[in-house]
């Protein structure tokens, strides 16, 4: 079983459309990040969320809304896709306050094209 | 804020050679220090971690040793294999926020 699995696995769209990535973690973690990693593989993360709470929120364009319908789910939501938004988005998770705090279990991406 | 900064890649070696990345960090009080591997296709995964200084973090062959004194934490293996070829990343967690804040990642290739 997958730990922590994100869909698509590849995603190609136009300028201006809207799109979504779907994320769900397995291991009852209570958080759930986005992280992005540009061409450069440079990794920032955009948002986190606990038990469905947002508590990072890092400057990203408003076109990007991260949701969490519950503690196992946080998808991403971008509308009016640009071309600096392509890039491999990451999603994870971690169960803070068990000694494992800053362990994060990766999925393994979605590569956005944006043409 | 804090930042990680990796040695730029990539590295090349040949199978067998020893295996240094450089990471030194900057930080607020004393981070958490961790490398996470990610392999062709696939999401980062935790290699090893230390939470203190002087602390050593290893795992499959791989070591590191959190330097106060010279805010380091490189990476090193004594004999790489093909296997081993990946990105790597040096990583600090914020002591305030918790948050990983992650260096630029340093490719490794190796050859056979």
């Known amino acids: 079983d997958t730990a922590v699995s994100q869909t698509p696995k590849y995603l190609v769209t136009q300028m201006g459309n809207d799109k979504s990535i779907k994320c769900e973690q397995n291991l009852g973690h209570d958080t759930m990040y986005w992280y992005k990693q540009d061409s450069k593989k440079f990794l920032k993360i955009m948002f986190s969320y606990n038990n469905k709470e947002l508590i990072i929120n890092e400057t990203v364009p408003n076109r990007f809304s991260p949701k969490s319908p519950d503690k196992a789910h946080l998808n991403l939501h971008i509308n009016s896709l640009e071309l600096g938004d392509s890039a491999v988005y990451f999603c994870a998770s971690s169960q803070p306050g068990q000694g494992s705090n800053e362990k994060l279990f990766f999925g393994s991406g979605t590569q956005l094209s944006v043409l | 804020g804090d930042s990680v900064t990796q040695m730029e890649g990539p590295v090349t070696l040949s199978e067998e050679a020893f295996l240094t990345i450089n990471c030194t960090y900057t930080a607020t009080g004393y981070p958490s220090l961790f490398w996470y591997v990610q392999y062709p296709g696939e999401g980062l995964q935790l290699l090893l971690k230390?939470?203190?200084?002087?602390d050593k973090g290893s795992n499959k062959g791989f070591e590191a040793t959190y330097r106060k004194e010279t805010t380091s934490f490189h990476l090193e293996k004594g004999s790489v294999q093909v296997s081993d070829s990946a990105v790597y990343f040096c990583?600090?967690?914020?002591?305030?926020?918790?948050?990983?804040?992650f260096g630029q990642g340093t490719t490794l290739q190796v050859k056979p």
């Open positions: 990583a600090l967690s914020e002591k305030n926020t918790g948050k990983l804040i």
């Open positions: 230390a939470t203190k200084a002087d």
